[in-house]
């Protein structure tokens, strides 16, 4: 199963934030749905999923609480208001990055060399 | 449970735990318990599987990856998070309060020397603004996350501190001294070291420490009981509620007692000039034997100067019962709003 690259990595906070807008989860059941949803595409490391859920819960993006389910003590993650704003603001960029993105690889003479 | 005592699991999570002794207690607990839960939902599904207890166990680990490189991982962000800039005021908000309160006292000085033919301005004035400006560089410093200038910050605060306290030498005599000069040398600089080391928390229990040398100050000075139990009390019930309060609330928290704590010295200050002064002097005026030269004493404490440390009850109150709420949502005996 391949591991998430830098640039996938990049995009993991606006993947998670998504996730919780559906339902709060904990942090091995976004693992799943992200590797399920994706036939096994995002599969992310734990040590790269917590911090990034600790960070959104420093950041207000996300609130936390733990609960007892079937004699399991689980933290689970739940999207706050600012978290579903900056979603939307990030899936946004993502999506205007990806537009201009695919318009200069699909222009006529784009496997010239890039300088960056 | 494959994280009991000699698991592998809990090697595992010993490992972690060795890269997070930066961090506060309660960060640490958060940080395994929520480790040992994920590390357990891998392995009963693994164990749903087919596998044994071992090989799940085996098979979780694996996919949880170098215990090392987590555990630097988490330490880093949260130790990034506390240097970020609201962190930052969040660990300095036990200070802020302090010198806020320091800053009244002092104040209310400054108004009461403005009339005064021999005043002391801009003493007074700079010494109600020394704490401020202090823990202003303090928290630049810190938010920069540069320790050379941190610790000229912390110098800094010392020594406007040490003014301050210098200035109550001379107003109170050797008698200020024997209180002033503990404040000043141990418990403050213990204070910043404990602010700087560990944040939040300690260091509002560090804090306490001055607050209640500062009562005793207080008591010694105005030999009044009720006042100084406000003053003492005030700050350390909301300190102690400020540490308490869930990070989501501590924000708004410290701008509405930030907020609310300034606007009561302005009204304080304003109430001073033109009313409570005016009634003394009339009083003093009253008084066989009056001297004009009386009416520049500093008239004693009165219940205005009692309005801030009791807005901070106030406010310790409030954070307390949205403690109290947050408890009973998590508990589940109260729902929860969830956008």
New interface residues.
């Given amino acids: 199963m391949p591991r998430m690259t830098d640039r996938q990595r990049g995009s993991a906070e606006i993947l998670v934030l998504a996730l919780l807008r559906e339902r709060?989860m904990?942090?091995?059941?976004i693992i799943r749905e992200l590797a399920q949803r994706s036939e096994g595409y995002f599969s992310m490391?734990?040590?790269?999923l917590?911090?990034i859920l600790?960070?959104l819960?420093?950041q207000?993006l996300a609130?936390t609480?733990?609960?007892d389910i079937d004699g399991?003590?689980?933290?689970y993650y739940?999207?706050?208001?600012d978290?579903?704003a900056a979603l939307n603001t990030g899936a946004g960029d993502w999506a205007t990055f990806m537009h201009w993105f695919s318009q200069i690889l699909s222009t006529q003479g784009g496997g010239a060399r890039v300088d960056i | 449970m494959s994280t009991s005592e000699n698991s592998n699991g809990a090697t595992f999570l010993a490992a972690v735990q060795s890269h997070l002794r930066a961090l506060e207690s309660t960060e640490q607990r958060e940080i395994l318990d929520e480790l040992a839960a994920h590390l357990q939902d891998a392995i009963a599904l693994h164990q749903a599987s087919g596998c044994t207890a071992a090989e799940a166990e085996t098979q979780a680990l694996r996919a949880m990856g170098d215990a090392q490189a987590i555990g630097q991982r988490l330490r880093d962000e949260h130790l990034n998070m506390r240097l970020s800039l609201s962190g930052a005021m969040l660990n300095a908000l036990p200070l802020v309060v302090i010198a806020l309160l320091l800053s009244q006292t002092e104040l209310r000085s400054f108004v009461h020397d403005l009339s005064n033919p021999s005043n002391r301005f801009p003493t007074s004035f700079l010494i109600a603004l020394s704490p401020v400006i202090g823990v202003g560089l303090w928290l630049l410093a810190r938010t920069r996350q540069n320790w050379p200038a941190t610790v000229l910050g912390a110098v800094g605060i010392l020594a406007l501190l040490g003014v301050t306290h210098a200035d109550g030498m001379v107003s109170h005599g050797f008698s200020g001294l024997i209180w002033l000069a503990p404040i000043a040398l141990v418990v403050f600089p213990l204070t910043l070291g404990f602010a700087l080391r560990w944040g939040s928390f300690r260091a509002a229990l560090a804090i306490l420490g001055g607050v209640a040398a500062y009562g005793c100050y207080a008591w010694l000075g105005a030999g009044q009981l009720i006042p100084t139990l406000v003053i003492g009390v005030g700050p350390l019930l909301g300190i102690i509620a400020l540490g308490l309060t869930p990070r989501r609330w501590q924000r708004i928290a410290t701008w509405f007692a930030f907020g609310g704590t300034w606007l009561i010295i302005v009204l304080d200050a304003f109430y001073y000039q033109h009313f409570f002064r005016v009634q003394y002097i009339d009083q003093l005026k009253a008084m066989p034997g009056y001297s004009p030269l009386e009416s520049y004493r500093l008239p004693p404490m009165h219940i205005a100067g009692m309005v801030s440390p009791l807005f901070l009850i106030g406010s310790a109150a409030l954070l307390v019962g949205v403690q109290a709420i947050t408890r009973l949502q998590a508990q589940g005996r109260l729902p929860q709003r969830v956008h």
């Fill in positions: 709060p904990y942090g091995y059941e490391e734990e040590g790269h917590y911090p600790h960070r819960e420093r207000d609130q609480e733990w609960r399991r003590r689980r933290r739940a999207l706050t208001r978290g579903l």
